[in-house]
């Protein structure tokens, strides 16, 4: 039997959904390969009626992952252009948009990638979330 449908899951919904609530917040979901993380998110994303920038990232240098992302926030957003500008790091992308929108639900799928090819990625990312 196959089953299609998004099941229980609602504590796991209402923890998102709590957190949103509570913007700014800085949610991180790990786990165990296949039990359902990415499912997870998606479905919140769409039935929160939050805007969500959803990015799965590559295992590919930081550069390519950069490029991608900013790409992935200008289709979701309609930031036309924005892929034209030059940023050098996550966090200046961030702070950029950061400064024009406001609540807006970022997902970076997979950011172990990400981060196995910019180690700093992660000190870059933690100063800016406590800033």
Do not use: Q
């Not at 609540?103 to 000190?123: C, M, Q, S």
């Amino acid at each position: 039997m196959v089953v299609t449908g998004f099941i229980d899951r609602e504590e796991e919904l209402r923890v998102l959904d709590n957190a949103y609530a509570s913007r700014p917040c800085l949610v991180v979901i790990y786990g165990r390969r296949r039990v359902g993380k990415t499912r997870l998110v998606l479905e919140w994303c769409s039935r929160s009626g939050a805007r969500c920038v959803y990015y799965h990232a590559l295992p590919a240098r930081h550069e390519v992952n950069l490029a991608e992302f900013i790409k992935r926030v200008e289709e979701t957003l309609g930031l036309s252009g924005l892929s034209r500008a030059r940023f050098e790091t996550l966090d200046s992308l961030l702070e950029f948009m950061s400064s024009l929108i406001n609540d807006v639900v970022i997902v970076i799928d997979e950011f172990t990638y990400w981060v196995r090819a910019e180690p700093g990625l992660l000190v870059s990312f933690s100063a800016l979330w406590i800033t």
